[in-house]
């Protein structure tokens, strides 16, 4: 069973970081500590049309 920590505001930030800087999701889930899955489902969640990741409207839309 994976782990089942919440994702936090310095992981979306790194997240942000590391889509900004070209970076893969793969290698950014390694960066961060987390699973590649959680990393690409997270990009997903909170890509806009125009495929910028906002790391700060994550965060206001996590519990």
Known sequence: ?????MLGTED???IMVGMNSGLSQVRTAHLIGRSPSVVCREIARHTGPDRVYRAEAAGQ???
Do not use: D
């Open 12 to 14: 979306r930030a790194a």
């Open 61 to 63: 839309a996590s519990p």
């Open 1 to 5: 069973m994976g782990c089942c920590r």
